[in-house]
């Protein structure tokens, strides 16, 4: 860690999100450490600094931080430990994924009406994955399911919140919009 005589407040910053594992809430981070929200920042830019020359790195992800292993060491890791590495998204989960993504909340009729088929199988995917979740009903006849990504996709893909999205892709031509 880096020698001055504040650095208590980044070892304690790196030192609680070392024991979480998973990523911390900025506000609760800001309670664990008692500090204010708008201090944090500067904290995981002073932590990052301090592992620069590490493998650890201070990852801003799901609104709020988690401290990761990058390249090869975590590479390794998952070698020496004999993790499994999770099965792979099928296109069609990748593909149902982004319609989640960037048209939440939607429904499974608006995805299947965009993807042209039936996207049951691999909504059930996302959902069983923790990568999308139910999050409410559409005020429409039959009360449809609406479908959201989860604090869990924004980790698993690295995004601190939704606006950290790149932009949509363009319609292809042919594909229809949901009404």
């Known amino acids: 860690m880096e020698d001055s005589p504040d650095r ?36 995981a830019e002073r932590a990052a600094r301090s592992l620069a020359a590490t493998p650890l790195k201070v990852r801003a992800v ?38 989640v993504a960037y048209r939440q909340p939607v429904t499974r009729l608006e995805i299947d009406t965009l993807r042209g088929v039936s996207s049951d199988h691999a909504v059930d995917t996302l959902v069983s994955r923790g990568l999308v979740a139910e999050v409410g009903r559409k005020e429409v006849p039959g009360r449809p399911i609406l479908y959201a990504t989860t604090e869990r996709f924004l980790e698993v893909f690295g995004l601190e919140n939704l606006a950290a999205l790149p932009p949509a892709p363009e319609p292809v031509e042919g594909l229809t919009e949901p009404g």
Not at 36 to 41: G, K, S, Y
Request: proline share 8%; no cysteine; charged share 20%.
């Open 8 to 43: 208590e407040p980044v070892e304690r910053f790196v030192a609680v999100l070392f024991t979480s594992g998973d990523p911390i809430p900025a506000d609760q981070l800001a309670d664990l450490l008692e500090v204010d929200a708008a201090a944090l920042p500067v904290l």
């Open 62 to 99: 799901a609104h709020g931080w988690q401290l990761v292993l990058s390249g090869p060491a975590a590479a390794w890791i998952v070698r020496a430990t004999g993790r499994r590495v999770p099965e792979r998204l099928s296109t069609a989960a990748w593909e149902v994924l982004a319609v």
